[in-house]
Nanobody, 121 residues
Framework: VQLQASGGGLVQAGDSLRLSCAASGRTLSRYAMGWFRQAPGKEREFVAVINWSGSTYYADSVKGRFTISRDNAKNTVYLQMNSLTPEDTAVYYC????????????????WGQGTQVTVSS
């Protein structure tokens, strides 16, 4: 299983970005797909997840600003990020797991390489 995350970049506060995570070797519609992020000097933290039934769950810090979605035909998961703030600056990772709504890193089986998001004030 390989996950390829993309879409990161340097933006200003208030801007939007859409991250993509393309998968090979696993049909994403049958598993949960999540996004995590890790800022410098901090632990990796949960951001959002979508499972095989389409149920979603978000960290409180991004609720109302971020939206996770899935395109089964493209076997790709997206993270639409709006109203970005400098606190959203981090490397964003996508991952796939078999638990119903996995929100802990240890509940995920495979990870992508990460994509850098930098938000300037």
């Amino acid at each position: 299983v390989q996950l390829q995350a993309s879409g990161g970049g340097l933006v200003q506060a208030g801007d939007s970005l859409r991250l993509s995570c393309a998968a090979s070797g696993r049909t994403l519609s049958r598993y949960a797909m999540g996004w995590f992020r890790q800022a410098p000097g901090k632990e990796r933290e949960f951001v959002a997840v979508i499972n095989w039934s389409g149920s979603t769950y978000y960290a409180d810090s991004v609720k109302g600003r971020f939206t996770i979605s899935r395109d089964n035909a493209k076997n790709t998961v997206y993270l639409q990020m709006n109203s970005l703030t400098p606190e959203d600056t981090a490397v964003y990772y996508c991952a796939t797991g078999s638990v119903y709504i996995p929100i802990r890193a240890r509940e995920y089986d495979y990870w992508g390489q990460g994509t850098q998001v930098t938000v300037s004030s």
